[in-house]
């Protein structure tokens, strides 16, 4: 069973969130905005899909300060975790993503397994934490390329699934 957590400011991540659903075939019952969430909520899934977008110079969206302490404090043990967000790499080039390696470093240590990397040549901008070893650590739809997330959400969507 698979469940989401976002964190959406402009709503981008959300709309992202439950476009992903649709694609996997996740009930929205199983979509959870983690500005009210709570921790405990992912007990129940084996897989968890975390998507924030990236402000500033590589700050995570401000809901999930707070949500990914907590999380680190729940039994991640066996769990998949696959990574999205949104940014922009026109104007935060060194940045882009960086809340995909924030959010992976942060939970790096509770015994998840992390899923969904993809390759990395389809962008433009490769020099974030979201980066490493020509791969991405998860979806990022950018807002300087909009046209080429449909392409890159069926990638990931797929590399999820093969996961």
């Given at each position: 069973?698979?469940?989401?957590?976002?964190?959406?400011?402009?709503?981008?991540?959300?709309?992202?969130?439950?476009?992903?659903?649709?694609?996997?075939?996740?009930?929205?019952?199983?979509?959870?905005?983690v500005?009210?969430?709570?921790?405990?909520?992912?007990?129940?899934?084996?897989?968890?899909?975390?998507?924030?977008?990236?402000?500033?110079?590589?700050?995570?969206?401000?809901?999930?300060?707070?949500?990914?302490?907590?999380?680190?404090?729940?039994?991640?043990?066996?769990?998949?975790?696959?990574?999205?967000?949104?940014?922009?790499?026109?104007?935060?080039?060194?940045?882009?993503?960086?809340?995909?390696?924030?959010?992976?470093?942060?939970?790096?240590?509770?015994?998840c397994?992390?899923?969904?990397?993809?390759?990395?040549?389809?962008?433009?901008?490769?020099?974030?934490?979201?980066?490493?070893?020509?791969?991405?650590?998860?979806?990022?739809?950018?807002?300087d390329?909009?046209?080429?997330?449909?392409?890159?959400?069926?990638?990931?969507?797929?590399?999820?699934?093969?996961?």
């Amino acid at each position: 069973m698979t469940g989401i957590f976002y964190g959406s400011t402009t709503g981008n991540t959300e709309a992202l969130a439950r476009e992903i659903a649709a694609k996997l075939g996740i009930a929205s019952s199983d979509l959870h905005d983690v500005g009210s969430a709570s921790a405990d909520q992912v007990a129940p899934y084996d897989t968890l899909l975390l998507g924030s977008s990236t402000w500033g110079v590589g700050d995570l969206q401000d809901d999930w300060y707070e949500f990914v302490e907590a999380l680190k404090k729940e039994n991640l043990a066996g769990k998949k975790v696959g990574l999205f967000g949104c940014g922009d790499s026109g104007s935060y080039p060194d940045s882009f993503g960086d809340a995909l390696g924030v959010i992976r470093e942060e939970l790096s240590g509770t015994g998840c397994t992390f899923v969904g990397e993809v390759d990395a040549s389809d962008y433009a901008s490769t020099d974030s934490k979201a980066f490493a070893g020509g791969k991405v650590l998860g979806l990022l739809a950018d807002d300087d390329e909009p046209g080429k997330t449909p392409a890159r959400t069926e990638t990931w969507v797929a590399a999820l699934k093969n996961a």
